[in-house]
């Protein structure tokens, strides 16, 4: 049973740090894992996608690595700005093609 | 211009009542699905659907029923509702689905979801 583990569930830091925020998946046959955020009371944005295939993608100050073999993602933030307070969410698509999410990590950037 | 809308966004009914949730995109996705996120924020599919075709039907009780009538649009109906059954619903869609077309096409794209409260 695939089960998808987000540590820390919510994390604080002052505005310009950098930070990592950390998945955690027990099966590493999937296709695929996907970075999100949810602000409240709104959906999901799609931030990453990366597929099993690869190791990391990038989009501006994000960035998103996947190592397979030791079930493990990151999700890199730069030079935090208070706009990325928000909830972020780690998805992998298992080979059965169910997605699993996990339970989030509360992001809190300090001005 | 909304990609992905829900309606209604706010839904509060009686317990025993049947419902529904209504979604459409207007991305020319082939793929939609819908999420449930319950009162601890946990989010866990339900459905999906690619070309009007489920593909993903999860442990769900069968009072909830998925119609899809066409590739844009795809509605959840929910008998006899329930305590349990207050959560937020989400809807999303994905320009294809399984591993064919890159990393690209299997980025979902969300509804502003819809926040069901069973009384």
């Known amino acids: 049973k695939q089960e998808v583990t987000q540590i820390p569930a919510a994390l604080s830091v002052p505005e310009g740090e950098n930070l990592v925020l950390n998945c955690s998946f027990t099966d590493s046959a999937i296709y695929n894992l996907q970075w999100f955020r949810q602000d409240p009371g709104k959906g999901l944005t799609s931030l990453l996608l990366i597929q099993s295939s690869q190791r990391e993608q990038t989009s501006g100050r994000l960035n998103a690595s996947l190592d397979k073999s030791s079930g493990r993602s990151t999700l890199y933030i730069a030079a935090s700005q208070p706009g990325d307070s928000a909830t972020y969410l780690c998805a992998v698509r298992r080979r059965d093609d169910k997605i699993i999410f996990g339970k989030g990590t509360r992001l809190h950037i300090l001005p | 211009d909304t990609a992905v809308s829900q309606t209604p966004k706010y839904l509060v009914t009686q317990m025993g009542n049947d419902k529904s949730i209504k979604c459409e995109q207007n991305?020319?996705?082939?793929?939609m699905y819908w999420y449930k996120q319950d009162s601890k924020k946990f989010l866990k599919i339900m459905f999906s659907?690619?070309?009007?075709?489920?593909?993903i039907n999860e442990t769900v009780p069968n009072r909830f029923s998925p119609k899809s009538p066409d590739k844009a649009h795809l509605n959840l109906h929910i008998n006899s509702l329930e305590l349990g059954d207050s959560a937020v619903y989400f809807c999303?869609?994905?320009?294809?689905?399984?591993?064919?077309?890159?990393?690209?096409?299997?980025?979902?794209?969300f509804g502003p979801g819809t926040r069901l409260l069973v009384l």
């Open positions: 999303a869609s994905s320009q294809a689905y399984g591993t064919s077309g890159g990393a690209w096409s299997e980025t979902q794209y």
């Open positions: 659907y690619n070309n009007k075709e489920l593909i």
């Open positions: 991305l020319g996705h082939d793929t």
